[in-house]
């Protein structure tokens, strides 16, 4: 058997997705989250939390995620770089999903990923409803919104999106396209 490289192809783009890049993240990745959010520019850090934040409000935002409850999620641009990192808190009625991404990964697909890997982790959870509150200037999570068919609710400048999850189950049955039992 040749073990040369020569003739290694490419990996086909189509069989790329940010979900296969997704780990998790927990307490040892507080400081790297807290560098991910300090990373964003005054507007994006507007459009993630809601509000104008500063760097002591991202690291008691950070210090305050509770890990063993939540699923934190991310994809890594280089070790402890996250370009994308998802919160999905699993506390209340329905489990309620931020996320962030940093500029020079932004329109390749990945907010709409981690969006994806959040309702699978809402069901997993055994959650019947995803929620997103935004600003509706943010264009980017008001159209993962709408391309999902979530219930879209807006007045005063912010939104608030809904989104009935199916249970775990489902979803491989919608895949596979076999219908229920």
């Known amino acids: ?3 040369s490289h020569a003739d290694l192809r ?3 783009r189509r069989l790329l997705d940010w979900v296969a890049l997704f780990e998790r993240l927990d307490r040892a990745d507080r400081d790297a989250m807290v560098a991910h959010f300090a990373a964003l520019g005054e507007e994006d850090r507007r459009l993630r939390f809601g509000v104008a934040v500063d760097d002591s409000v991202i690291a008691r935002y950070v210090d305050g995620i ?3 409850r939540d699923v934190v999620f991310g994809a890594r641009g280089a070790p402890g770089q996250w370009v994308g990192i998802g919160h999905l ?3 209340g009625k329905a489990a309620e999903l ?3 991404v940093l500029p020079q990964a932004r329109g390749h697909g990945l907010g709409a990923a981690i969006f994806r890997y959040a309702v699978v982790r809402a069901a997993r959870a055994g959650y019947g409803r995803l929620y997103m509150h935004c600003l509706t200037r943010n264009r980017a999570i008001m159209s993962i919104a709408r391309n999902a068919g979530m219930s ?3 007045g005063g400048g912010e ?3 809904y989104l009935i999850v199916p249970p775990y189950p489902e979803f491989a049955r919608m895949l596979t396209g ?3 039992p």
Do not use: H, N, Q
């Open 1 to 3: 058997m040749d073990t």
């Open 10 to 12: 490419p990996l086909p």
């Open 66 to 68: 509770d890990f063993e």
């Open 89 to 91: 808190v699993l506390d």
């Open 98 to 100: 931020g996320l962030s």
């Open 152 to 154: 879209i609710e807006s």
């Open 159 to 161: 939104a608030d999106a």
């Open 178 to 180: 076999e219908s229920a």
